[in-house]
């Protein structure tokens, strides 16, 4: 069973983070995870709905991509146990000066610049066309936006259910468009925010993850919706019948299964982590 822990409270697992990101970039692995991601951005499930967002699969194909991700780390760091850390960035978002925090160091995961300092400086990145281009990492920390706050969770914990049709950033209420950063009548909330808060690749959905602290933020994307779970355990997965394609309980996600799971991830099969095999050190203490 893997445990995932913050990633400014636990180095060790920070650093081995890092230092799996870096075997899986090498090999290819990572960029495959780009191009996942990227496919998905580009699949229309329904109008104004792609394979992976602005739709009710935005958290199951999420937390797909890091099961299997998590499970590749695994492998390279060659330890079963491994949990992908996670950015409390609610945490950050706390901070008087959040571009400050400890996480944007050099020995994390560096800053912001074009090409970023750090770990990843001299990464080439994948570009819309899925192709290997000149271009580094980039960040701009703090320019646009602004960290959601705890508070903000806690605002949007008590929604129910998880989704509504139209199931898309139409949806008038439902835990998944208020997280995913929709819902909120702000011109970037939640989930959204949080890449532009960051900037560069982070704040272009087509290319998001060619930064890896993409896989951070979304693990604690995906600690709040655990949280949420474990609040509403009477509620399930919705769209049952009436949705668009790859977006339904029983659906097989958008552009899975992929190695090294090879799992035809559905909403349902992703519905529990501890049958997916993992847990989460704690969760905010907001309620
Ligand atoms: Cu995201």
């Known amino acids: 069973m ?4 913050n990633f400014l409270e636990n180095e060790a697992a920070a650093l081995d983070y890092i230092s799996g990101v870096k075997i899986l970039k090498q090999s290819g692995r990572y960029d495959n995870y780009i191009r996942l991601h990227l496919r998905a951005v580009q699949y229309e499930a329904a109008p104004g709905i792609n394979g992976a967002h602005m739709g009710a699969a935005f958290l199951p194909w999420h937390r797909a991509m890091l099961h299997a991700f998590e499970i590749d780390l695994q492998r390279v760091l060659d330890d079963a146990d491994f949990g992908l850390p996670y950015w409390d960035w609610s945490a950050d978002a706390e901070l008087p000066d959040p571009t400050t925090s400890a996480i944007w160091s050099d020995s994390y995961m560096g800053g912001s610049g074009d090409p970023i300092d750090g770990p990843f400086t001299n990464w080439q990145t994948v570009n819309e066309s899925g192709r290997i281009s000149t271009n580094n990492i980039e960040r ?3 320019a646009s ?15 129910e259910p998880y989704d509504v049709s139209p199931y898309s950033t139409q949806s008038k209420y439902g835990f998944r468009n208020a997280l995913e950063g929709f819902l909120i009548t702000q011109a970037s909330a939640m989930h959204n925010a949080v890449h532009d808060w960051i900037g560069g690749q ?4 087509p290319v998001a993850p060619n930064d ?6 979304h693990a604690n994307v995906d600690r709040i919706w655990a949280l949420w779970q474990s609040q509403h355990p009477s509620q399930t997965y919705f769209p049952v019948v009436d949705g668009a394609p790859t977006q339904r309980l029983e659906d097989v996600l958008f552009g899975y299964p992929i190695q090294p799971t090879n799992f035809a991830y559905t909403p349902a099969s992703v519905w529990s982590i501890s049958t997916l095999g993992y847990s989460y050190d704690n969760y905010p203490a907001i309620s």
């Not at 602004?146 to 008590?158: K, R």
């Not at 982070?202 to 959905?205: A, E, L, V």
């Not at 890896?212 to 933020?217: A, D, E, G, W």
């Open 145 to 159: 936006s602004s960290l959601p706050t705890y508070a903000s969770i806690a605002a949007i914990l008590g929604n």
């Open 212 to 217: 890896p602290v993409f896989f951070l933020l």
């Open 202 to 205: 982070m704040s272009s959905p």
């Open 2 to 5: 893997a445990v995932r822990t």
């Open 140 to 142: 701009d920390l703090g």
